[in-house]
Every structure is written in structure tokens, then in C-alpha cells.
């Protein structure tokens, strides 16, 4: 199932319905409260000049040092350009490719985002706007569900970001690979993941806007991270946020509103909408308003909410009933989520990712176990030892001398044996 393409307003609604020409640009980067660099890092805003191999320079936004490497070393020597080999295609987004890139010094694995830098190319430069807004933003985020960022560079006409790998990929790819094998309690997992990923960002006072299967990305232990912030956005409290950002089918209905009415905005709240969304992904492997185009899809979601899955439990359909409320003051948070029973009911694989091998014992399976112990072991082994006894007896009488027989009518103690009959005899 492919992941629907994001939209500008001109692609659905008339001019008069855009923003002013004096209006903020959509592609702005976030106005972000300063925050301290993760520590381990080395990120800087501005680019500094490094020599290429060509005899030119590119701008480089220093790597981290491999995990283990001495920290003295980060002032002995520069970054060296191109230390990372490209590998794989591993998906492909709305501005680029990402490819699986290995460090040619460590064999370190990182995800590495390439976009092509064309001179006077408007979009390309908007691409290129969106890219910086992203950096800037995941440079100050750091949690254990959020993708993280390790730096940046443009070298020759190419700008790279190097972010964390995550294998084997989006929750997207692992719904297509598992289809009708993806359980509840695999989408109660990882909810509580991106619930947790969200909180964390809402907390920054940030809106992601584009939560869906093909961004979020699940590792082998089966904890999901929120990856691709190009359409996030940081509410910085200075006007109301009403531009037209975000898939269609997971879009909440105030997104499109707003595109058409400047006096409505949106917040945090329509994550959360798209969170409910994500989950009818999860469990049906089909998003909402499958079937429909784009534009066919906003205009449904302004009639309708998504129907929410009859083979959900009752605390599942409570839970999208919650995430799929019309008024976006009427939803809970995502810290308020964490507490519903939907969530609690589910349990966390990376404190024991093999948990289910530590539930307490049924009483059944001693009962089994005492069974198959007795049948098979312990009555075999005692009629062995019985039948041993006997044969042992047997071949001891069979190796002692003969008595002879007593005479007739006298028994072997000398007695005489007469009877009444004993003359017929």
C-alpha cells in the first residue's frame, strides 16, 4: 500500500481561499526556544569550509564521532567529507532519497537523506527551506521515540542528513509484511510508543502534522520513533496555524477548515486525530478513505469522521472515539491517552523484549507436566525395574539343585499323609 502524496492548498482550493501574499511562508523554518545540544553531538548552525577531494570546499555540519571513539580527538582533527559510503535505496520522500550509508572508518550504519541542490529552482529551494526547518528542529530533540539526528552537509549540488537507522523500517512496510498476522496488542504497543514520542514533542510545543504508518519506524525490538519533521511546526503563540500541511486521508477535518477559513487555526490536537488514524492503518492494513483520491478524502473527513473497526476491543473503539472527536478542544492530549485502558492493557518490549517468556506458569502446566512425567518416565522405569527383579528371582531358582520328590503319601517332613481314601489311592 503506497503512502498518499502530501498537498499544497493551490492543488484543491482556489486562489481566494490562499493566503495573502503578505502572509508568513508555509516553509519557514520554527521559531525554536534555544535548547542544549544532545550530549555526544556536535551540531552547529553554520556551516564551516571544508577542502573536497575535487579541490573545492563544501559546507559541512560536523558528524558525532563513532560510539567508543576518544573525545580528545574531536579537536585534533576535522570532519572529513565523504566518510560515509552510500548504500541501498531504503525509501523514498516527498524531497528525496534515503539510503542505508555505512562509515568507511567504523562500519557504523546511519540513515542517509540525499536531495538534489538545484541553482534558481524555486522548488528546490523550498525543498531545500523545508530540510533546514527539519534539522533545526530534530537537533533539539532527543528521546528515546523520536529519530535521532546525528548532522548534516551539502557537498557539490547534493545536501545530506544523516539520521539514525532504524530497522527493519516504517510501521507502513511492517503492517504490508504482517498482513492479517498484525494483532491488537502489536497496536496497543505501538501506540504507547507513539504516544509517548508525541507527548514529548507537544511538550516542546511542536506539531509533527504528519503522523501516519510510512513516518513512523518500528526496530526489531518493537519500539516505534517518529521520523520525518518536514511538516512539523512550532507553535511559537504569535498567530493561529491554518496552512495546509499533511496526508489526506489521516488530515483532521480542522486542517482543512482552516485552509478555508483564516479565522480558524489548528494545534496540537490534530496529531491526534492522525494517531487514530495510524491505528485503523495498523489493524485493517488499510488507511481511512481507502479508495478515495486526495482531494475526494478532505472533503469526506469534513462530513464524516473514519468508521472505526467492529473487530476492535471495546476499549480500542473507545479510544479512536476519543482521538476522532470534531471539536479539537474535545480531545484528549497525548499525555491524557497514556491513561486510557487501551494503552495500559499493553506492555512495553524494551525493558524484556522477550516478556511473554516470564508470564506466571498455568496450574495446567504442572498438571501436564507431573503427566507426561509419570506415563512416560516414571511407570516405564519402575516395570523395568520389576521385570529386572523378576528375571534376576527366576534365574537364581533355576540355578539351585533339584530335591527329590517325597514318597508317596508322606510329605517331605516325614509326616504320613492318610486319609480315608488313601488305600483307593
Same mark, same amino acid.
Given at each position: 500500500?503506497?503512502s498518499?502524496?502530501?498537498?499544497?492548498p493551490?492543488?484543491?482550493?482556489?486562489?481566494?481561499?490562499?493566503?495573502?501574499?503578505?502572509?508568513?511562508?508555509?516553509?519557514?523554518?520554527p521559531?525554536?526556544?534555544?535548547?542544549?545540544?544532545?550530549?555526544?553531538?556536535?551540531?552547529?548552525?553554520?556551516?564551516?569550509?571544508?577542502?573536497?577531494?575535487?579541490?573545492?570546499?563544501?559546507?559541512?555540519?560536523?558528524?558525532?564521532?563513532?560510539?567508543g571513539a576518544?573525545?580528545?580527538?574531536?579537536?585534533?582533527s576535522?570532519?572529513?567529507?565523504?566518510?560515509w559510503?552510500?548504500?541501498?535505496?531504503?525509501?523514498?520522500?516527498?524531497f528525496g532519497?534515503?539510503?542505508?550509508?555505512?562509515?568507511?572508518?567504523?562500519?557504523?550504519?546511519c @540513515?542517509?537523506?540525499?536531495?538534489?541542490?538545484?541553482?534558481?529552482?524555486?522548488?528546490?529551494?523550498?525543498?531545500?527551506?523545508q530540510?533546514?526547518?527539519?534539522?533545526?528542529?530534530?537537533?533539539q530533540?532527543?528521546?528515546?521515540?523520536i529519530?535521532?539526528?546525528?548532522?548534516?552537509e551539502?557537498?557539490?549540488?547534493?545536501?545530506y542528513?544523516?539520521?539514525?537507522?532504524?530497522?527493519?523500517?516504517?510501521?507502513?512496510?511492517?503492517?504490508?509484511?504482517?498482513?492479517?498476522a498484525?494483532?491488537?496488542s502489536?497496536?496497543?504497543?505501538?501506540?504507547?510508543?507513539?504516544?509517548?514520542?508525541?507527548?514529548?514533542?507537544?511538550?516542546?510545543?511542536?506539531?509533527?502534522?504528519?503522523?501516519?504508518?510510512?513516518?513512523l519506524?518500528?526496530?526489531?525490538?518493537?519500539?516505534?520513533?517518529?521520523?520525518?519533521?518536514?511538516?512539523?511546526?512550532?507553535?511559537?503563540?504569535?498567530? @493561529?496555524?491554518?496552512?495546509?500541511?499533511g496526508?489526506?486521508?489521516?488530515?483532521?477535518?480542522?486542517?482543512?477548515q482552516g485552509t478555508m477559513?483564516?479565522?480558524?487555526?489548528?494545534d496540537?490536537?490534530?496529531d491526534?486525530?492522525?494517531?487514530?488514524?495510524?491505528?485503523?492503518?495498523?489493524?485493517?492494513?488499510?488507511?481511512?478513505?481507502?479508495?478515495?483520491?486526495?482531494?475526494q478524502?478532505?472533503?469526506?473527513?469534513?462530513?464524516?469522521?473514519?468508521?472505526?473497526?467492529?473487530?476492535?476491543?471495546?476499549?480500542g473503539?473507545?479510544?479512536?472515539?476519543?482521538c476522532?472527536?470534531?471539536?479539537?478542544?474535545?480531545?484528549?492530549?497525548?499525555?491524557?491517552?497514556?491513561?486510557?485502558?487501551?494503552?495500559?492493557?499493553?506492555?512495553?518490549?524494551?525493558?524484556?523484549?522477550?516478556?511473554?517468556?516470564?508470564?506466571?506458569?498455568s496450574?495446567?502446566?504442572?498438571f501436564?507436566?507431573?503427566?507426561f512425567f509419570?506415563?512416560f518416565?516414571?511407570?516405564?522405569?519402575l516395570f523395568?525395574?520389576?521385570?529386572?527383579?523378576e528375571?534376576?528371582?527366576?534365574?537364581?531358582?533355576?540355578?539351585?539343585?533339584?530335591?527329590?520328590?517325597?514318597a508317596?503319601?508322606?510329605?517331605?517332613?516325614?509326616?504320613?499323609?492318610?486319609?480315608?481314601?488313601s488305600?483307593?489311592?
Amino acid at each position: 500500500m503506497g503512502s498518499p502524496r502530501r498537498y499544497k492548498p493551490g492543488d484543491f482550493f482556489p486562489s481566494n481561499h490562499l493566503p495573502p501574499p503578505h502572509a508568513p511562508a508555509a516553509w519557514s523554518a520554527p521559531e525554536l526556544p534555544p535548547a542544549a545540544v544532545a550530549a555526544g553531538y556536535s551540531i552547529q548552525t553554520s556551516p564551516e569550509k571544508v577542502p573536497s577531494n575535487g579541490g573545492g570546499s563544501v559546507n559541512v555540519h560536523p558528524l558525532p564521532l563513532p560510539p567508543g571513539a576518544v573525545a580528545a580527538a574531536r579537536n585534533d582533527s576535522p570532519f572529513m567529507a565523504g566518510c560515509w559510503q552510500k548504500g541501498k535505496l531504503i525509501g523514498s520522500g516527498t524531497f528525496g532519497n534515503v539510503y542505508v550509508a555505512t562509515n568507511r572508518h567504523t562500519g557504523a550504519l546511519c @540513515a542517509m537523506k540525499e536531495v538534489n541542490v538545484i541553482p534558481d529552482d524555486p522548488k528546490s529551494a523550498e525543498c531545500i527551506r523545508q530540510l533546514e526547518q527539519e534539522v533545526k528542529l530534530l537537533s533539539q530533540l532527543k528521546h528515546r521515540n523520536i529519530v535521532q539526528y546525528y548532522g548534516s552537509e551539502i557537498i557539490d549540488d547534493r545536501f545530506y542528513i544523516y539520521l539514525e537507522y532504524v530497522y527493519p523500517g516504517s510501521i507502513n512496510k511492517y503492517v504490508r509484511e504482517h498482513c492479517g498476522a498484525i494483532t491488537e496488542s502489536i497496536v496497543r504497543n505501538f501506540t504507547l510508543h507513539i504516544l509517548r514520542g508525541l507527548a514529548y514533542l507537544h511538550s516542546k510545543k511542536t506539531i509533527h502534522r504528519d503522523i501516519k504508518g510510512a513516518n513512523l519506524l518500528v526496530d526489531a525490538t518493537g519500539v516505534v520513533k517518529l521520523a520525518d519533521f518536514g511538516m512539523a511546526k512550532h507553535l511559537s503563540g504569535t498567530g @493561529a496555524v491554518n496552512s495546509l500541511k499533511g496526508s489526506p486521508h489521516w488530515m483532521a477535518p480542522e486542517v482543512v477548515q482552516g485552509t478555508m477559513n483564516k479565522e480558524m487555526g489548528y494545534d496540537l490536537s490534530v496529531d491526534i486525530w492522525s494517531l487514530g488514524c495510524t491505528i485503523i492503518e495498523m489493524f485493517t492494513g488499510r488507511h481511512p478513505w481507502d479508495g478515495f483520491e486526495g482531494p475526494q478524502a478532505m472533503f469526506q473527513v469534513l462530513l464524516k469522521s473514519p468508521e472505526i473497526p467492529e473487530a476492535l476491543s471495546p476499549e480500542g473503539r473507545d479510544f479512536l472515539q476519543c482521538c476522532f472527536r470534531r471539536n479539537p478542544s474535545d480531545r484528549p492530549t497525548a499525555s491524557q491517552l497514556l491513561d486510557h485502558p487501551f494503552i495500559r492493557g499493553s506492555h512495553d518490549p524494551a525493558a524484556h523484549p522477550f516478556s511473554c517468556l516470564r508470564q506466571p506458569v498455568s496450574p495446567f502446566f504442572f498438571f501436564f507436566f507431573f503427566f507426561f512425567f509419570f506415563f512416560f518416565f516414571f511407570f516405564p522405569f519402575l516395570f523395568l525395574v520389576l521385570f529386572f527383579q523378576e528375571v534376576t528371582a527366576h534365574s537364581a531358582r533355576d540355578g539351585r539343585p533339584k530335591a527329590d520328590p517325597p514318597a508317596k503319601g508322606k510329605l517331605q517332613n516325614g509326616f504320613s499323609l492318610r486319609t480315608p481314601f488313601s488305600n483307593n489311592i
